[in-house]
């Protein structure tokens, strides 16, 4: 089973209890996760935009400006803070530690 499918927003959830995995096993697993996807967006060349980036980009005229909402409860601001740590990456953004775990 690819590590992906286990923490696919739609049915992760369902595979992750279905396998009866502790707290700990589950914490490795996302840990590995995010190794995972930061490596391969290393290789795509994806760089996470520092604060004075963002601030420039929000300080732009745009023909299309969408308001874009979400629900707060949906975010997950633990998993990056226990990720960033021990792969330490240099401007992270102040909102660096939410990741939205739900669509």
Same mark, same amino acid.
């Given at each position: 089973?690819? =590590?992906? $499918? +286990?923490?696919?927003? %739609? #049915?992760?959830?369902?595979?992750?209890?279905? &396998?009866?995995? @502790?707290?700990? /096993?589950?914490? %490795? &697993?996302?840990?590995?996760? &995010?190794?995972?996807?930061?490596? /391969?967006?290393?290789?795509?060349?994806? *760089?996470?935009?520092?604060?004075?980036?963002?601030? %420039?980009?929000?300080?732009?005229?745009?023909?299309?400006? =969408?308001?874009?909402?979400? !629900?707060? $409860?949906?975010? !997950? *601001?633990? =998993? +990056?803070?226990?990720?960033?740590?021990? #792969?330490?990456? !240099?401007? +992270?953004? !102040?909102?660096?530690? *939410? %990741?939205?775990? @739900?669509?």
């Amino acid at each position: 089973m690819q =590590l992906y $499918s +286990l923490f696919y927003p %739609v #049915h992760g959830a369902q595979k992750l209890q279905q &396998l009866n995995l @502790s707290s700990d /096993e589950i914490d %490795v &697993l996302e840990r590995n996760f &995010l190794t995972y996807l930061f490596q /391969e967006m290393e290789k795509s060349n994806f *760089k996470i935009a520092t604060d004075e980036e963002i601030d %420039v980009a929000l300080a732009g005229q745009y023909l299309l400006n =969408l308001q874009i909402t979400f !629900d707060e $409860s949906k975010i !997950d *601001k633990t =998993l +990056l803070k226990r990720y960033f740590p021990e #792969h330490p990456q !240099d401007n +992270l953004p !102040d909102f660096a530690d *939410k %990741v939205v775990i @739900s669509l």
